[in-house]
């Protein structure tokens, strides 16, 4: 098992606010994935990032892979309330079907 | 659009009841996963199928097994279920090796008493 931990596991803030969730392994990935699930909902992918170094934005939200693609963090600039949820990120090596899953950040958005 | 359908939100079992959790997809797709899902831990790997009568072992297969004899559907059973498999569990399934999206279905929350 090829572990990936999350930071912070809880995270409350005001509207308006920034923040930043980081994803860490010591293994290497083919590609990082970042999900979020909702309440009563399945995981829904906001984006992937397959190359050491990469950076995607996505409205507000920017991702980053490490360069060692051991590592990535997503940032949310003017946090809204509908973006509560709990945010996970997934190291994959897509070709063998193995995708190994963060233990989660759960981010609630205060109006 | 695409749709992984899972057919219980809610159970509600006792220890030592045999469990069946189905899961069905509308995309055609090859490849299905169950997996848990528990504060703190993320998502784990049970069982994963890329193909019809195909099944491969997860990160923690123990007390589970699955069947898939549809390429649409894929279940998950618990032989003899016991406290410690109350969780949250997801189904997901995905396409060719080309894309790396995984749908979930809703999810079904068992809990074992």
């Known amino acids: 098992t090829q572990l990936l931990e999350q930071s912070p596991q809880f995270l409350s803030i005001q509207e308006g606010e920034n923040l930043t969730v980081y994803c860490n392994s010591s293994s290497v990935f083919s590609s990082l994935q970042w999900y979020r699930q909702e309440p009563g909902e399945g995981p829904v992918l906001l984006v992937t990032?397959?190359?050491?170094?990469e950076v995607k934005k996505l409205k507000r939200l920017t991702f980053q892979f490490g360069d060692a693609r051991k590592d990535s963090s997503l940032h949310i600039t003017a946090a809204q309330p509908g973006d509560t949820g709990l945010y996970l990120c997934?190291?994959?090596?897509?070709?063998?079907?193995?995708?190994?899953f963060g233990t989660g950040t759960s981010l609630t958005v205060i109006p | 659009d695409v749709k992984v359908t899972q057919s219980s939100r809610y159970l509600v079992k006792r220890t030592g009841e045999k469990v069946f959790l189905e899961c069905v997809q509308d995309m055609d797709h090859e490849n299905m996963f169950w997996y848990r899902q528990d504060p703190g831990l993320g998502l784990r790997l049970i069982y994963f199928s890329y193909d019809v009568k195909m099944k491969e072992k997860g990160d923690i297969p123990e007390g589970y097994s699955v069947s898939r004899e549809k390429k649409e559907r894929f279940s998950l059973i618990l032989e003899s279920a016991s406290t410690n498999q109350t969780s949250m569990y997801l189904c997901?399934?995905?396409?060719?090796?080309?894309?790396?999206?995984?749908?979930f279905g809703e999810g079904s929350r068992l809990t074992v008493l």
């Open positions: 997934a190291g994959g090596h897509p070709a063998g079907n193995q995708f190994y």
């Open positions: 997901a399934s995905r396409g060719t090796p080309l894309i790396w999206e995984l749908f």
């Open positions: 990032v397959v190359t050491g170094g």
